[in-house]
């Protein structure tokens, strides 16, 4: 498990790539953007994008497994391209104020 310290303002690029074992990653509401290929061929139970997100990087979550849950915040506007390719995420939660979008990917 990784907390994120709350200075933490932006996660660099690759910072996550290839962690097959590590399963939880707490993202503090400090930061507002995460690199390219951030969490790229990584592995985790559940992943949640807090509001404060408004960018992600090309190939952010690549080849990305999630076991449980991906929750995003409504501040993303675009994602890139190649974000979600090659990935297996088992239900995709995208959160509007107080709507909440459910996405299963197939």
Same mark, same amino acid.
């Given at each position: ?7 933490? %303002?932006?996660?660099? !690029? ?5 962690? %097959? +074992? ?7 509401? +400090? &930061?507002?953007?995460?690199? =390219?290929?951030?969490?790229? $061929? +990584? &592995?985790? $139970? !559940? ?14 979550? %690549?080849?990305?497994?999630?076991? =449980?849950?991906? !929750? ?8 890139? $391209? =190649?974000?979600?390719?090659?990935? =297996?995420? !088992? ?6 104020? $107080? ?8």
């Amino acid at each position: 498990k990784v907390i994120i310290p709350n200075t933490v %303002k932006s996660i660099a !690029n690759c910072c996550f790539q290839g962690c %097959k +074992s590590l399963r939880t990653v707490i993202i503090p509401p +400090s &930061v507002e953007h995460i690199g =390219e290929n951030a969490f790229f $061929d +990584s &592995v985790f $139970d !559940n992943l949640r994008i807090p509001n404060s997100v408004k960018t992600v990087g090309s190939g952010c979550f %690549k080849k990305i497994v999630i076991k =449980e849950s991906l !929750n995003f915040s409504s501040q993303i506007r675009i994602f890139p $391209d =190649e974000c979600f390719k090659e990935s =297996e995420i !088992n239900k995709f939660i995208f959160s509007s104020n $107080d709507l909440y979008h459910l996405f299963w990917i197939t």
